[in-house]
């Protein structure tokens, strides 16, 4: 499943002409059908578009990734009750900001004469809408790119940590995997022969991940990118499942979390909710846009839903104990190691995908540059050397629910929440926007924004904290042999 912005990779930047096909176009391309009427805010020109259920499908696999994996640390980290509470109502904030950009979206096409917009270019024309603003607009459009480089690049870093942590677990307990899948209420998959640190697996799936990304035409991974979709699908009902029918009683756990571990909440919860990029591309690529708000509110319903039962489940069935993925709980038979694998496999697919638009947005300008002959060596080498980036930020940080916080804390809440309010009051300030919305457009980007500060600090600190003790017990480990 694509997770969050990956698909508004497109023409965020100057660099991205129509022989650049963008993730929704290669994996996901409209099928023959009539064409739409055209609006002012649309695409000049007849063109086939998606239907309902399909832009509704491409909307869940925008915003279903491994951040739902996450959700149930989120809601020990906020608590039984304010964890859910808090989670529905991020829920709704966050389909207000969506509704919002496309709001603004077609406000603006309109008033520029534009046939549709990408989420920078929404940014620099509202900028362009204040006259003092007027003549640094384009950094609107470099910033929501600066964001979406951030965001993609902490996804495919959150990437390589889930990968060598499940591979880690699955190889260290292949000896003694059975067909009995036998309950205990604490991390499930025993350590039973020691294997590698999690960070030389991440070198060791490294090699992989850089010929994936050297395939030229995301069309070429389609038929992969659906049986990852098929298989990530079939892992969340096996964990489903799982978790329902091993729900301890009576449960005891906190109602409320600690404070200082709310902005951890917050920064994984952004991260999961972090789908906004996909909104515009997909509302642009409809037959009928007109009911791209009904496909918003039963899409985002469905994963709220989502995020909301299967954070509260996978709490109340481990407790204390749960894993910052959930996958790392499940038990030490083949049925559910078979779902790690399953899962690392979606993952490693959607991985091209989540690199798409950093590469897109950096690499081409880096081509311009040089001479026609060796435009394919230097992309290869530029291509590698991203790749190569995030798996170092990723041994850096080889925690996987503090890489989530922190990536949902520093980019997620700028293009989720603080943005998308301050658009309307850029896009509609000349409208006579009231008061009142006013107020709440600066009340939702002052949450988004202080939920950056405090999440990015308090991710930082546990960083630290936790590299402190594992340097303290490798010292203590050497000091004894």
């Known amino acids: 499943m694509m997770a969050s912005s990956d698909v508004d990779g497109r023409a965020d930047g100057a660099i991205f ?27 000049i020109g007849g063109r086939t578009g998606a239907s309902f259920c399909q832009t509704l499908i491409h ?15 989120a809601v020990k980290n906020a608590g039984l009750v304010l964890g859910p509470v808090s989670l529905l109502v991020m829920g709704i904030i966050a389909v207000h900001c969506m ?41 609107g459009s470099r910033m929501v790119n600066l964001f979406l480089i951030i965001t993609q690049m902490g996804f495919c870093c959150v990437y390589f940590v889930f990968l060598s942590d499940n591979f880690k677990q699955v190889v260290e307990a292949a000896n003694t995997t059975s067909f009995s899948c036998q309950v205990n209420h604490t991390n499930q998959t025993e350590v039973l022969v020691p294997s590698f640190d999690s960070r030389i697996y991440m070198l060791i799936v490294l090699p992989f991940f850089i010929l994936l990304v050297f395939i030229p035409n995301l069309k070429y991974l389609a038929p992969l990118s659906l049986i990852a979709n098929l298989v990530m699908t079939l892992s969340l009902i096996l964990i489903y499942i799982y978790s329902i029918m091993n729900i301890t009683y009576p449960i005891d756990l906190p109602k409320v979390g600690r404070f200082k571990d709310y902005p951890l909440f917050f920064g994984t919860a952004i991260f999961a909710f972090e789908g906004i990029g996909v909104v515009l591309p997909l509302e642009n690529k409809m037959q009928r846009p007109q009911r791209f708000t009904q496909v918003l509110y039963l899409g985002m319903g469905i994963v709220t ?93 080889p925690e996987l629910d503090l890489v989530i916080s922190l990536v949902g804390s520093v980019s997620s809440s700028f293009l989720a929440l603080i943005f998308p309010p301050i658009l309307e009051i850029l896009a509609f300030h000349t409208e006579g926007l009231s008061p009142l919305v006013i107020i709440k457009n600066l009340v939702i980007s002052l949450v988004g924004l202080l939920g950056f500060l405090l999440g990015t600090y308090v991710a930082v600190v546990e960083i630290i904290a936790r590299n402190n003790v594992k340097h303290k017990e490798t010292f203590y480990t050497y000091m004894v042999q």
């Open 305 to 397: 839903f989502l995020y909301i039962s299967l954070g509260t489940i996978g709490y109340m069935c481990f407790g204390e104990h749960i894993g910052g993925s959930i996958t790392l709980n499940l038990p030490n038979c083949w049925t559910y190691q078979a779902v790690k694998l399953l899962y690392c496999f979606g993952i490693f697919i959607t991985f091209a995908l989540q690199f798409y638009v950093p590469a897109e947005i950096l690499i081409p300008p880096a081509l311009a540059r040089v001479g026609e002959r060796w435009e394919k060596l230097v992309d290869l080498m530029l291509r590698t050397v991203l790749v190569i980036i995030t798996c170092i930020l990723a041994i850096l940080i």
């Open 99 to 139: 509704k919002l950009l496309v709001k603004c979206s077609h406000h603006l096409s309109v008033k520029m004469n534009q046939p549709s917009m990408t989420y920078g270019e929404v940014m620099q024309y509202g900028m362009e809408n204040m006259s003092w603003l007027r003549r640094h607009s384009r950094w």
């Open 17 to 43: 002409t129509d022989q650049n096909p963008s993730e929704l176009d290669a994996l996901c391309p409209s099928p023959p059908g009539p064409s739409r009427t055209q609006r002012n805010y649309e695409r």
């Open 59 to 73: 909307l869940l696999k925008g915003n279903i990734g491994t951040g739902l994996l996450g959700l149930p640390l």
